[in-house]
């Protein structure tokens, strides 16, 4: 497969050195938008880029019939726009916020163990703890920002703050920045009886670079919007 990586960051990168263990051709590094031609040799793009550019890299390689798999965060005020663009150019469309497969099943225990205390919601505060390098350009992260709202999707609460004072009916995501650190996320439901917490820490990059290499390897000869769940079948 002619793999397009779009950001040649640190995620780029491991992206190339996982997609060549797993016998992918890079058909094409770039680290900025890219026009039509430079795109042609490409069966799949994985973008991870930054916020501001984010878009404009998904736009263009949708309409020029590339499935795309995207990692970047802090772009999603134009998530709609892009899942129309998808939609009317009969596209091939994955987002995540976060591609580690055991990040996923994290959402996924997460998910149901807020639906779990969703009968008993009035006695518990929840808080996101995310820890990040400081070259992490958003706040909070977009893996806190899902888990916050899996929660708030089973109706356990109603919005997610940042570093603010909160309400019981918000869920206070705390946002931390250090060097050299790995990605970490804490879930902590508290109660005055009892406070049971989840916690999921990236050793490295690697797993989301298989992630996302293994989403691209899916998602080639599919049409339509996917994220992980639908990779892993959870």
């Known amino acids: 497969m002619n793999i397009a990586i779009i950001g040649y960051g640190k995620m780029g990168k491991s992206i190339e050195k996982i997609a060549k263990i797993r016998n992918h051709k890079i058909s094409l590094i770039y680290d900025g938008t890219p026009t039509p031609s430079l795109l042609k040799n490409s069966d799949v793009a994985i973008e991870f880029s930054q916020p501001n550019s984010a ?3 998904i736009k263009i390689c949708i309409e020029n019939n590339i499935p795309t798999v995207c990692g970047t965060t802090g772009w999603l005020d134009k998530f709609e726009i892009i899942k129309k663009i998808c939609q009317e150019n009969n596209g091939s469309f994955l987002y995540s916020s976060n591609f580690s497969i055991g990040m996923n099943i994290f959402f996924k ?9 969703f009968p008993y919601s009035k006695n518990y505060e929840v808080k996101i703890e995310e820890i990040h390098h400081k070259e992490k350009v958003d706040k909070p992260s977009g893996t806190a920002i899902s ?3 899996d929660i708030i999707k089973n109706n356990m609460k109603k919005t ?17 920045r250090f060097e050299n650190v790995s990605g970490t996320h804490i879930v ?14 990236a050793n490295n990059r690697e797993g989301f670079s298989i992630g996302a290499v293994i989403a691209a390897e899916w998602i080639k000869n599919k ?3 996917f994220s992980m769940k639908d990779v892993l079948g959870i």
């Not at 225990?109 to 205390?117: G, M, R, V």
């Not at 997610?160 to 931390?176: E, G, M």
Request: aromatic share 8%.
């Open 55 to 57: 878009f404009n890299n």
């Open 147 to 149: 888990l916050a709202n």
């Open 109 to 117: 225990i997460n998910e149901k163990l807020s639906k779990f205390l």
């Open 160 to 176: 997610w703050i940042l570093d603010k004072k909160k309400t019981k009916d918000q869920i206070l995501i705390i946002s931390k």
């Open 188 to 201: 902590i439901y508290e109660s005055k009886i009892e406070n049971i917490k989840i916690q999921h820490k």
């Open 223 to 225: 049409k339509g919007i």
